[in-house]
């Protein structure tokens, strides 16, 4: 029988069972796992829930307008993953790192490749919105070795909730940049108070979660993506002790180990380069630990 006549006339198990034939030439064979996984939980998936055709068409139209809203600026598809919990189950595979090491969370979807270079001590805010903070810790290794000379890439909501990018005719960058560790492994610089925020519901995500009575919000937090050769490279965020929404975060992001306390400051105290404030201003410490690069 011709591999064409083996398609025709399909039963439900036999449809099954030829799209997973249909794989079976690939000579990747990393590619033929996934996608022969796929096909089963696919097919698994419409048969359990007995999926109409209207609501097979009503997904497909949900993907194509998540695909249509995603831009340079804004990346949907990441948004999706991430209120689906994907995102984090795919971290939890993939950084089982050694006891110590600082853990990951979400990349979300407001990483801009090509930061502006900030020196330790500068104000990364560079004219956002929001309550100054102090921002310090090191990158060690899990060890407590200082590792000097890593890539620190920050980025945060100002306190509007709303990143650069999401801010429409701002022809600046605010709120993101990228640093090295020092000698000894310290970094430091100003920015402003992190504060709470809801992710973009006005897409597919929100229609998502509207349909399913979920919040879209975030506990306030810093992003930090951190590189060192040798080091497997850190994504992750620290949170803000006493933050609302620390246990009902829209992405499922939150790891107790990442939050971290915001000290208030009065105005007027002194700060620790000197720098004089006339209102309250907040400090932060938190040291980074990388875990070894895996081995290949």
Known sequence: MTEQAERRNLSDTELT?????????????????IAESLV???????????LTEEEWFAGIDFLTRTGHIT???????????????????????NHRHPGGATESTVFGPFFVAGSPAFANGDDIAAGAPGQPCWMQGRVVSTDGTPIPDALIEVWQA?????????????????????LRSADDGRFWFWSVLPE????????????LLKAAGRSPMRPAHVHFKIDAPGYATLITHVFVEGDQYLDTDAVFGVKSSLIAPFERHEGGSATPDGRELDGPWYSMQYDMVLAPAPAR
């Open 158 to 178: 100002d306190e509007d909730g709303f990143y650069d990018v999401q801010i429409a005719d701002l022809d600046a960058v605010r709120g993101r940049g990228h």
């Open 196 to 207: 709470a925020y809801p992710i973009p519901d006005d897409g597919p995500v929100g229609d």
């Open 40 to 50: 089963r939980h696919l097919h698994a998936f419409a048969a359990d829930v007995q």
């Open 71 to 93: 831009d340079d600026k804004r990346q949907e598809v990441v948004l999706l993953s991430d209120v689906l919990g994907l995102s984090m189950q795919v971290i939890g595979i």
């Open 17 to 33: 069972d030829a799209v997973l034939t249909s794989f079976a030439t690939s000579g990747d064979a990393r590619f033929r796992r």
